[in-house]
Nanobody
Framework: VQLVESGGGSVQAGGSLRLSCAASGSTYIRKCMGWFRQAPGKEREGVAVLYSLGGSPDYADSVKGRFTISQDSAKNTVFLQMNSLKPEDTAMYYC????????????????WGQGTQVTVS
């Protein structure tokens, strides 16, 4: 499975960005795709994950009410709409994929994108 992210960039506090992640090479129907982030000197942490067959997304407490994860199943693509961005949201954002159910835990994901930088000033 290959994952390609896009949509990162620099924005002022309070602004918005939308990240996209396109998956290729997957034939899984039941799958989880999501977003993790890693700031300099910190561990990679879960941001949001979404199960392919529906159900409620799972969000980190720090982004609830500000970030929204969604998917286009036909295009095997997942999105992360980020509003009301804060300087503490600055990080490299990684798309992740795993067959089966969703967990907001980096150790359970085996497929990762290259990352896209988000900088909030």
């Amino acid at each position: 499975v290959q994952l390609v992210e896009s949509g990162g960039g620099s924005v002022q506090a309070g602004g918005s960005l939308r990240l996209s992640c396109a998956a290729s090479g997957s034939t899984y129907i039941r799958k989880c795709m999501g977003w993790f982030r890693q700031a300099p000197g910190k561990e990679r942490e879960g941001v949001a994950v979404l199960y392919s067959l529906g159900g409620s997304p799972d969000y980190a407490d720090s982004v609830k009410g500000r970030f929204t994860i969604s998917q286009d199943s036909a295009k095997n693509t997942v999105f992360l709409q980020m509003n009301s961005l804060k300087p503490e949201d600055t990080a490299m954002y990684y798309c992740a994929f795993r067959p089966g159910y969703c967990y907001l835990s980096r150790d359970l994901f085996g497929f990762w994108g290259q990352g896209t930088q988000v900088t909030v000033s």
